[in-house]
Each structure stands twice: as structure tokens, then as C-alpha cells.
């Protein structure tokens, strides 16, 4: 499978701890992309990085690529409640495949 | 921009009804996506139309998915027997630029089928 694999499935934390959010991939890529799915809606771009790019910030989000390690992470600094959410990472590989999630939990 | 539309919102259908679909992609975006979500099989790849032409249909599950683009406006996803299994949230999609490029996502389409 192409698709990208997310670890843990669950993470649980308090407001204000920051979240990390791996994920696997098996093929060369072009890009990885970060979705988040609140319960219930449609899930919504968070972040793109490049094959050539390591990292890469927005606002409180940093994304990690380790190309050789087939490999990314997404940070979530100081959490927040309304983070709570399902985390998806897809790689564009031959066809723009998502993981299983990471089900994030932000407790206040 | 009104984003990715999306209809009927929720469906309840007998087996071996007709359900069609619709989505409204953004305006000016090039490629369109249909996904199927469950809780068993995650999110699903089922099509993917650039410029208004089938690109990738190897995840529409069988002969009774099927799915049209007429326009770069509008697209449709129809199952016809639908069954019980088919029961999922569908999302379309669309990007400017193809699979490469951030998608967005519409609301879902809650399938229910008895």
C-alpha cells in the first residue's frame, strides 16, 4: 500500500501540551499532505510539504519530512480544545492516499 | 467562495434504490475527487476527474458506482442497485492542479441504506 499510516491511532493530552503525530510511507512521493476532520465534516487542508523541503511552519503546526526514513511528523504546539480532532496525512505516490488517522484529544 | 457543495446532505434509501449524488466543485479548480468514508475501511479513493475527464476509477468498488463530470461545475456519483453495505459519508473534493495539490473537501453526503 502507498497510503500514508498515522501513529499513535489515539493521543490523548491536556490543554496547552503540545502534540506529535507520525506517519509512514512506503513509495517515493512528490508532497505529503496534512489534513485535519473534525467529527462529522469533510476534512480540511492543514499543510503540504515538498519531497525536497524538511520542514516547514504554519502558525502553531510544524511539519517534519525525512525522505529517507519515508517518514513525517506533525507538531501541534501549546494545544487547544478545539484541536480536538481526527489528524490524516496522504502522499501523492500514484494516487493521493489516506491513513487510518490519529484520533487527538485535547482536554481542557 | 461557497466552497465545495455538496447534495443531498443526509440520504436514507431502501435496498436496490437508485441514489445519485451531486457535488459543486469550487469555482476554477480543475480536478475533482470522490471519496467513500466508514469506520472499517477509513477514507477510500473512489475517482478522480481532471478536467472533466476519468483519471484514476480503479476504486470504484463495482459496476454499480458509476460517475459522470459533464462540466468543470458539476459531478455526479450514482449507485444503482444500491445495498445495504454501501452505507458510508462520501465526500467530493476538488484542487486546483490535480492530486498534487491541497484538496478541499465538501460537507458528505451521510449514505443510509436499509
Known amino acids: 500500500s502507498q497510503q500514508g499510516e498515522e501513529d499513535p491511532q489515539a493521543l490523548s493530552i491536556q490543554e496547552g501540551e503540545n502534540a506529535t503525530m507520525n506517519c509512514s510511507y512506503k513509495t517515493s512521493i512528490n508532497n505529503l499532505q496534512w489534513y485535519r476532520q473534525n467529527s462529522g465534516r469533510g476534512l480540511v487542508h492543514l499543510i503540504l510539504i515538498r519531497s525536497n523541503e524538511r520542514e516547514k511552519h504554519s502558525g502553531r503546526l510544524r511539519v517534519t519530512l525525512d525522505t529517507s526514513k519515508k517518514s513525517s511528523s506533525l507538531l501541534i504546539t501549546a494545544s487547544r480544545a478545539a484541536d480536538t480532532a481526527s489528524y490524516f496525512c496522504a502522499t501523492d505516490a500514484t494516487r493521493l492516499t489516506f491513513g487510518e488517522g490519529t484520533q487527538l484529544t485535547v482536554n481542557p | 467562495d461557497a466552497g465545495v457543495i455538496q447534495s443531498p446532505r443526509h440520504e436514507v434509501t431502501e435496498m436496490g434504490q437508485e441514489v445519485t449524488l451531486r457535488c459543486k466543485p469550487i469555482s476554477g479548480h480543475n480536478s475533482l475527487f470522490w471519496y467513500r468514508q466508514t469506520m472499517m475501511r477509513g477514507l477510500e479513493l473512489l475517482i478522480y476527474f481532471n478536467n472533466n475527464v476519468p483519471i484514476d476509477d480503479s476504486g470504484m468498488p463495482e459496476d454499480r458506482f458509476s460517475a459522470k463530470m459533464p462540466n468543470a461545475s458539476f459531478s455526479t456519483l450514482k449507485i444503482q442497485p444500491s445495498e445495504p453495505r454501501d452505507s458510508a459519508v462520501y465526500f467530493c473534493?476538488?484542487?486546483?492542479?490535480?492530486?498534487?495539490?491541497?484538496?478541499?473537501f465538501g460537507p458528505g453526503t451521510r449514505l443510509t441504506v436499509t
Open positions: 473534493a476538488s484542487s486546483f492542479g490535480g492530486r498534487s495539490y491541497e484538496q478541499y
